[in-house]
Structures are given as structure tokens and as C-alpha cells.
T-cell receptor
């Protein structure tokens, strides 16, 4: 158990819908990262937050957004969902920057 | 941009044997970190080992060790006395030493099967 929690574990929704994925980092970790793992794209970095502020952006679609709240949990919002958004979404956290990133169990999203 | 290449999509080895997974990377950076992550069938991403580029000594964690060749941009993982629980996808990852952008860039992975 990495200490990073993610909810929900599984999510099934339809095209065009909007979903919110939630992540709670390890106690004391200020950095949160979101990654997408899909069959065709592999593991891709989406976005990083540090103590409530956006720190870095990767290949994140405009339909996707994220935020980190004062209690340091983070949410990834996916809207206007397409079939190709089906993937495993990971949240990771780290205490140091740069430092080891510890991953949550992931949220498996299936868009039908 | 950094790229990470894992040229062995699949490998298998008998239990208790030693296996080496290969990884090469391309970067113009001088300071960076390299990692190996393990993803068992549960899909959890587990950090196995980390290497700082400025350190000449190869990192070791119990049965896991790396062979880091900076000039060749090579970073292989050796698993000694392999166990059934080592069966997993293994991902090599690169991170720049850059405060403000600590994203991990992953390779495509090597699927390792330990045969009883």
C-alpha cells in the first residue's frame, strides 16, 4: 500500500458525459501528479500540482482539467468523454521535488 | 524531449534464476533520475529502484540492482534469485532534475514472467 488513495476504482460511463476522479496523496506530500495509461499511448503524464498550484502540464486534453485543494487532495475532471478516453488513470504523490513518486491504485475508466 | 526505450517487450525466466531487463534513454540533460517501476497483474505501480545520474555507484535494493552507464545512456535492471511474485510489467522511467517539472517519462514496458 503506497498510502495514495484514489476513488472510484472503476467507472463506466457513456460518451459525452463528465466524470470526476479523486486522489488523496500520502500524508505530508505536497506534489500530486496525474498519469493516463492506455493501450495505444502507454503511460503518459497529464498534469502536476504542488501545494495547490499547477506546476507542469503534459499531454492533457482541453476537455480535461484538474485542481488541488487546500487539504491537498486533487481531482481530475474529464468532460465530453470519448471512447478513446477509456484508460487507467493514476495519481501519484511525492514529498520532495524532485523525488520518488508513489502511485495510487488507479481509476479504471470505461467509456461506452 | 526525453525518450525512453525498452526493446524487450516480453521475457521469461525460470524461478531462482537471474534476469536482466534493458532500458536506454535519450536526453541532453546532465542531471536527472532514472527509475524502475513494477506493475503486477493488480495494475498497481510499485517503485522498485531509483538512480541519480550524478552518482557513479549503481543502486541496489535487495535482489534488485541496476547497471547505469551514463555515457551509453543505458539503465538495465537485474533481478537476482527471481521469485514468482516478480511476474509483472516493468517500466523504466526518466525524470529531469528540474524543480518545477518533475514528470516521469516512461518506456513501453517489458512483460516479465517467472516460470515455476
Amino acid at each position: 500500500d503506497s498510502g495514495v488513495t484514489q476513488t472510484p476504482k472503476h467507472l463506466i460511463t457513456a460518451t459525452g458525459q463528465r466524470v470526476t476522479l479523486r486522489c488523496s496523496p500520502r500524508s505530508g506530500d505536497l506534489s500530486v501528479y496525474w498519469y493516463q495509461q492506455s493501450l495505444d499511448q502507454g503511460l503518459q503524464f497529464l498534469i502536476q500540482y504542488y501545494n495547490g498550484e499547477e506546476r507542469a502540464k503534459g499531454n492533457i486534453l482541453e476537455r480535461f482539467s484538474a485542481q488541488q485543494f487546500p487539504d491537498l487532495h486533487s481531482e481530475l475532471n474529464l468532460s465530453s468523454l470519448e471512447l478513446g478516453d477509456s484508460a487507467l488513470y493514476f495519481c501519484a504523490s511525492s514529498a520532495d521535488t524532485p523525488g520518488n513518486q508513489y502511485f495510487g491504485p488507479g481509476t479504471r475508466l470505461l467509456v461506452l | 524531449a526525453q525518450t525512453v526505450t525498452q526493446s524487450q517487450p516480453e521475457m521469461s525466466v525460470q524461478e531462482a534464476e537471474t534476469v536482466t531487463l534493458s532500458c536506454t534513454y535519450d536526453t541532453s540533460e546532465n542531471n536527472y533520475y532514472l527509475f524502475w517501476y513494477k506493475q503486477p497483474p493488480s495494475r498497481q505501480m510499485i517503485l522498485v529502484i531509483r538512480q541519480e545520474a550524478y552518482k557513479q555507484q549503481n543502486a541496489t535494493e535487495n535482489r534488485f540492482s541496476v547497471n547505469f552507464q551514463k555515457a551509453a545512456k543505458s539503465f538495465s535492471l537485474k533481478i537476482s534469485d527471481s521469485q514468482l511474485g516478480d511476474t509483472a510489467m516493468y517500466f523504466c522511467a526518466f525524470m529531469k532534475h528540474n524543480f518545477g517539472n518533475e514528470k516521469l517519462t516512461f518506456g513501453t514496458g517489458t512483460r516479465l514472467t517467472i516460470i515455476p
